[in-house]
């Protein structure tokens, strides 16, 4: 999949290997995705942005499972970890937060971490 960062309320997307377009991304206008992440299962994706949110998706239906907070800045890096169970995020004044999966709460990993 080929993700096209775009400041609008539709993130375009393509099939990296057909080159097909796959149903795109309905983003609010606050939150544009600019980083993203799926699970290695390939069932959930995460987008972060400019507005310091992160939001959490089902892929196959596109739905938004939830929107998380705790931010103060932009979202410049997400990734979950290899077994699913949290997800790293880290915004642009280089804090690094860990969401622990299924949607708990973020624990702090660092205050800032080296970029």
């Known amino acids: 999949m080929i993700f096209h960062n775009i400041l609008d309320s539709e993130v375009p997307l393509l099939d990296a290997a057909s080159g097909e377009e796959l149903k ?19 069932k959930h994706l ?5 507005g310091g949110i992160i939001t959490l998706w089902e892929w196959s239906s596109r739905r938004r499972l939830a929107e ?6 932009g979202i410049n890096a997400v990734a ?12 642009s004044a280089g804090l ?11 624990v702090p990993s660092c205050a800032i971490c080296p970029r």
């Open 24 to 42: 795109p991304l309905q983003i609010d206008g606050e939150n544009e995705a600019t980083h993203l992440a799926f699970s290695r299962d390939g």
């Open 68 to 73: 998380l907070v705790g931010h103060g800045r």
């Open 46 to 50: 995460a987008t972060g942005g400019v």
């Open 96 to 106: 690094v937060k860990r969401l622990r999966l299924p949607f708990v709460s973020f």
């Open 80 to 91: 979950f970890s290899p077994d699913g169970s949290s997800l790293a995020t880290r915004d």
